[in-house]
């Protein structure tokens, strides 16, 4: 999102002369979030796959004006989901200069702030707040105490001479000083109980307690948290009178679509070498079976982090192939996923029953993908001449360190057959590289289809 430059107003005197009104920050996001709905702008940018699930029922709670949980497994996008409804801020908002909460000039809620607005009126200075500075955000440690979230007496002000009993000895912690914004906490039940008991008041009288002092500071600040299922983490809970506290609580999921699987990929992935489309979907394909396999704890689930991960290492293997061999571009191949599943195995919960064949099983998973990856793109053609010339002797040699010039070469001449040229033209090859990749996918297709015979030794691979 472009910023644009802040307001040049300065005092309260020049604010109120240019007609600005103060919102509630629950009127303020309400109201942004039916003005984009209305123009048919996409509030939430950058998120796949909730357009009809988790969308609606976060629109709807922000439009009730109720603090929201979202609960679900690892890797589906929560905090990405969070960290967007800063865009629903006004992108510039009026503070009071040095105020320590950020109150609105027309409404201080600390005594100092207060006293300011009596003793300067209407030339009181101002500043002014961007809304990515109205966005806070909490991971929940078991080591977070009271004094992070709501505050504590500060020694250092209580040794300069104040009392105890003096409002101004207090040091403020993380959700007060969100004041008129968004305090996001992640992994909410790992909070210890006794912590999340410190919230009540928050959420609900919207005042503070600290070390029996009760400031009655009118709060205006939108808690939202993430948690994963309890049967999952089994390290706390959120407890029961906390849980009532907030107004919704939404599952999230898993992309459920193929395609926004793969959006997600190619948003996530930071590649540092080209990889093919055929091989993103292969990644996301291999996500989703193992989200189905009976093999893998499902309680845990498999982020999505996983298929990005994946794609940033065949990239990382392509590169390093280009590199090695000197070749002019550096386009990830059917090959490289190998290298994939040879570090990714580390990021999978198997079931306990599993132990000693998760190498079998990912392999396994990889291959079904392929396989369907293979005969969404290729159905049609007819590769009998490959399959013919690799039977009377031909064979072809690939490798994590065979160059796409030496695969293509190495090809068994087919006469005037254009094979090579469909096969290339269905996945948008034009390059070396890009072809050698189409190229060895379908023979990768028909070792899986049984019709050819594949040997690798772990440097060279052979298919013959």
């Known amino acids: 999102m472009t910023t644009s430059e802040a307001p040049t107003i ?23 979030l039916l003005a984009a709905l209305a123009e048919g702008r996409d509030p939430w940018p950058g998120l796949h796959g909730f357009g009809t699930t988790v969308i609606p029922q976060l629109e709807r709670a922000l439009l009730a004006g109720h603090d929201v949980v979202l609960l679900g497994e690892r890797g589906q996008g929560k905090t990405r989901l969070l960290r967007t409804l800063s865009g629903l801020l006004d992108e510039w908002t009026p503070v009071i200069s040095g105020s320590e909460l950020g109150e609105h000039p027309y409404e201080p809620i600390t005594h100092a702030s207060q006293a300011a607005v ?14 990515d500075e109205r966005y806070a ?9 009271v004094a992070d979230l709501i505050g504590d007496v500060d020694p250092m002000k209580v040794a300069e001479g104040r009392s105890l009993g003096d409002p101004e000895t207090i040091h403020f912690g993380l959700i007060p000083r969100s004041h008129r914004g968004i305090v996001a906490i992640n992994e909410l039940p790992d909070l210890a109980e006794r912590i999340q008991v410190a919230m009540l008041n928050v959420m609900e009288e919207r005042d503070i307690q600290i070390r029996g002092y009760v400031l009655r500071l009118p709060l205006d600040v939108l808690v939202v948290a993430s948690a994963n299922p309890e049967d999952y983490t089994n390290r706390g809970r959120i407890i029961t009178p ?42 996301a394909r291999f996500t989703r079976n193992l989200r189905e396999s009976s093999s893998v704890d499902q309680r845990s689930g498999v982020s999505a982090r996983f298929a990005i991960a994946g794609a940033e290492t065949i990239a990382a293997a392509a590169l390093h192939r280009a590199t090695v061999q000197g070749e002019d571009a550096a386009v990830a191949r059917v090959v490289d996923l190998e290298t994939a599943v040879d570090v990714l195995g580390g990021k999978i919960e198997f079931e306990s029953g599993e132990e000693g064949r998760e190498d079998e099983i990912l392999t396994h998973l990889l291959r079904t993908a392929t396989a369907e990856t293979v005969r969404a793109h290729f159905r049609g053609l007819d590769l009998t001449l490959l399959v013919d010339a690799i039977e009377s002797g031909a064979m072809v040699t690939t490798g994590e360190q ?5 695969f293509l070469t190495g090809l068994p001449v087919l006469g005037e057959s254009e094979l090579y040229d469909d096969l290339c033209d269905r996945l948008d090859a034009t390059n070396d590289g890009q072809r050698a990749g189409a190229i060895e996918l379908a023979l990768e297709g028909l070792y899986l289809a049984r019709k050819i015979g594949k040997d690798s030794d772990g440097s060279e691979t052979v298919y013959g």
């Open 137 to 145: 955000e909490k991971l929940a440690t078991p080591d977070t105490s």
């Open 10 to 32: 300065s005092t309260v005197g020049e604010l109120r002369a240019s007609g600005h009104v103060h919102r509630s920050l629950r009127t303020e996001i309400r109201d942004n």
């Open 402 to 406: 065979v160059t796409a010039r030496d």
């Open 242 to 283: 906390l849980k009532d506290r907030f107004g919704a609580e939404i599952r999230t999921h898993y992309p459920i679509e193929l395609d926004a699987e793969i959006s997600v990929i190619r948003q996530e992935a930071d590649l540092v070498a080209e990889v093919p489309d055929y091989l993103v979907e292969i990644l």
């Open 118 to 131: 009596a003793t300067y009126g209407d030339d009181l200075r101002i500043s002014w707040r961007h809304r």
